[in-house]
């Protein structure tokens, strides 16, 4: 039996008994002659001459070295290092294990060049939903630090904003006044510097304004950041009423809104035959007031600039005086009409005849005008 025909015997032999075998992988390439015998140092030799150690190193191509079989029963035969079977056992790589099967399974020694395959291990279940849990537990954490983070934010933005001065009032603006100062409207609401902007009571405020005889409207907003807009729309004066050496102006509604010295020019004056003192923010309660206030809406407008005074007289009725010519009008009923007829004579009779005395046109169909003398 030749030598490398013995080294194979034996490696079976040591494999089926579950020991361990140290073997060059090259070493039984050359034609199977090789010889053991032991070196000076007691190491064993092979046919080359060359110690286990040695046989052991890795070649240049990166393979070789020694391999430990370890486990159950094998077939002592050596497989490449491509996985595959080796001829007559002469394999240089480490034998794989197939699965399944009770061959030994190969693994190269520490401080081989070669790694060996790692097989990641799932773990064990229990293991395994620790790590998730802790992984949940983690997250959860993480979402409630934002979640107290974000809310602890609103919370001081919402403080400063509301509690401090950040949003106080700095600017008033009003718009749409045309008699009233707007100094005097921005008193009125009551809106100062130290109101905040977002605690601020528009409907409050509103009202407020709302207490001037002549507001008919207000609508009162914010604009950031720090500005408040009074919106108003004035009511127009209709007439004047004298009492007592002052003039009241007065609304289509019988409203007093302003109380002068002096008269207004372009406005008709009318009598209050009630016992009434009047003052801005009274409402006349003379019943002839509505029929006064029909006159002066139905009346031309150049009529309106000549028009002096409108009275109800007996016998008469409505009455008006415009440019020094009394102007009958009778009842309350085709005012627009007997008007309209009432300003033409009196533009065409005066350039012609001069002055006039009356023009009745109670009757507008059959007017009547007398010259004055």
């Excluded at 064993?44 to 190193?57: D, I, L, P, W």
């Excluded at 983070?149 to 509301?162: D, I, R, T």
């Excluded at 001037?212 to 950041?225: C, L």
């Excluded at 009409?337 to 350039?351: F, N, S, V």
Aim: aromatic letters at 6%; a positive charge.
């Amino acid at each position: 039996m030749s030598a490398g025909r013995y080294a194979q015997k034996r490696g079976e032999t040591r494999s089926r008994r579950g020991g361990r075998v140290e073997a060059a992988p090259g070493a039984a390439r050359a034609a199977g002659t090789a010889k053991v015998g032991t070196g000076a140092g007691g190491a064993r030799k092979g046919a080359a001459g060359r110690t286990f150690q040695e046989m052991a190193a890795p070649g240049r191509d990166g393979r070789g070295g020694l391999f430990v079989v370890e486990g159950g029963r094998g077939d002592g035969k050596r497989r490449g290092g491509d996985g595959r079977r080796g001829k007559g056992g002469k394999g240089t790589g480490a034998a794989r294990r197939p699965t399944g099967s009770g061959r030994p399974e190969t693994r190269p020694l520490a401080g081989s060049p070669r790694k060996a395959a790692t097989v990641a291990s799932p773990g064990k279940p229990e293991e395994r939903e620790g790590a998730e849990k802790r992984e949940k537990g983690s997250r959860f954490r993480v979402r409630t630090a934002l979640a107290a983070l974000l809310l602890a934010s609103l919370a001081l933005m919402l403080w400063v904003y509301m509690y401090t001065g950040v949003l106080n009032v700095a600017e008033v603006e009003v718009r749409g006044n045309q008699r009233l100062d707007a100094g005097y409207l921005r008193a009125l609401s009551g809106v100062t510097s130290r109101t905040h902007l977002l605690r601020m009571d528009v409907k409050a405020v509103e009202r407020a304004l709302l207490s001037e005889p002549y507001v008919a409207e207000a609508r009162v907003s914010r604009r950031f950041p720090r500005t408040v807009v009074l919106e108003v729309r004035e009511k127009e004066p209709l007439g004047v009423v004298r009492q007592n050496g002052k003039y009241h102006l007065v609304d289509g509604e019988g409203m007093v809104l302003e109380s002068r010295d002096e008269r207004e020019g372009g406005l008709v004056e009318f009598p209050c035959r009630e016992n009434q003192c009047l003052y801005p923010g009274v409402r006349l309660e003379d019943a002839c007031f509505p029929q006064f206030a029909a006159v002066i809406r139905d009346m031309p407008g150049a009529l309106r600039g000549a028009a002096e005074t409108v009275d109800f007289l007996e016998g008469e009725g409505l009455v008006l005086h415009a440019g020094g010519t009394r102007i009958i009008l009778g009842g309350a009923d085709e005012l627009a009409r007997k008007l309209e007829i009432a300003w033409l004579a009196l533009q065409e009779m005066t350039a012609r005849y001069g002055r006039l005395a009356y023009i009745d046109v109670t009757y507008p169909d059959h007017p009547a005008m007398m010259q004055a003398e």
